[in-house]
């Protein structure tokens, strides 16, 4: 039996699919999640779906019962992340779970980013569980920057932090494919993987490249951290929030969310998805091309 945490959110579909399309039969698969009736398509599918809340441990203990492999989504909750990941090691110790497979970011042991302080000590406290585990360093989404095109095109900027770094984004459905090779195949065990696109790019070519498919000018507008920082709670984002994604930038212009490995190609098989292909079908998916 295969578990997903997180199996309501984009990261947990996809690869609850992924896992389906390597063959798993959906008898076999356990969606944990903390809301079963957002859930009903899974249900629908034939996937165990089981209520699990990363702030309740009994929750997590019930559903985690006759599971072999769990796979840990980090949790999107930033009060107590370090607490809440605790709570589901802990739970999949109890319930008899052999391996575990937990998404982290890239370069969490090297990195002074604050997004992966958390992320570092999660995979500390795996290592210290004593059960067999992946961790699955993802590195950049893609659909951090396509998830707002239409707003971008229409103010024709992108505005960052990240000077002329380079970073090596994946799409979401390339780093599901990489979590459902390792939950499905031998060899992975207490090994980590430093995942990233095949691509590095700067800001500056996710907004030309942006402009040339969206047929509007898009040029990137880069700011010191601490501006970006304000502009970003002007816009109505949390204070802490905005604090995370403008050191997360500087973590690009330093290179920290760029890698080389090839650990994400060779995991699923094929070249991972160019930014340009991406932005492709995000502007066809909102009809903007």
Do not use: C
């Not at 961790?135 to 505005?159: D, F, H, P, S």
């Not at 000018?217 to 880069?222: A, G, L």
């Not at 190609?265 to 340009?276: D, Q, S």
Request: proline share 3%; aromatic share 6%; net charge negative.
């Amino acid at each position: 039996m295969i578990a997903v945490t997180g199996a309501t959110g984009h990261l947990g579909r996809l690869t609850l699919q992924a896992l389906l399309r390597r063959g798993v039969p959906a008898s076999d698969l356990i969606a944990v999640v903390r809301n079963p009736a957002k859930a009903a398509d899974l249900t629908a599918q034939g996937v165990q779906v089981r209520q699990g809340d990363y702030f309740q441990p009994d929750t997590l203990v019930n559903a985690l019962e006759a599971v072999d492999t769990l796979l840990l989504i980090s949790s999107s909750d930033f009060q107590d992340r370090v607490g809440q990941h605790r709570n589901v090691v802990a739970a999949a110790k109890t319930a008899g779970v052999k391996r575990i497979a937990y998404t982290s970011i890239l370069g969490a042991d090297t990195t002074s980013m604050l997004l992966a302080r958390d992320h570092h000590a999660t995979e500390e406290l795996i290592r210290e569980s004593g059960l067999p585990y992946v961790i699955l360093r993802n590195g950049w989404y893609t659909e951090n920057y396509t998830g707002t095109l239409e707003q971008t095109l229409a103010q024709g900027v992108i505005l960052g932090a990240a000077g002329d770094g380079r970073f090596t984004p994946a799409t979401r459905a390339d780093y599901a494919e990489a979590a459902a090779a390792v939950l499905t195949t031998e060899g992975h065990e207490n090994v980590t993987y430093e995942l990233g696109g095949d691509e590095a790019v700067t800001m500056l070519y996710l907004a030309a490249e942006l402009g040339r498919q969206g047929g509007r000018p898009v040029t990137y507008q880069n700011l010191p951290g601490e501006e970006y920082t304000r502009m970003l709670v002007s816009f109505g984002l949390p204070e802490g929030f905005a604090t995370i994604l403008a050191d997360s930038d500087a973590g690009i212009e330093r290179g920290d969310l760029a890698t080389s490995s090839g650990d994400l190609r060779r995991l699923i098989g094929r070249p991972t998805t160019p930014l340009a292909d991406a932005l492709h079908t995000a502007l066809h998916s909102v009809n903007l091309k």
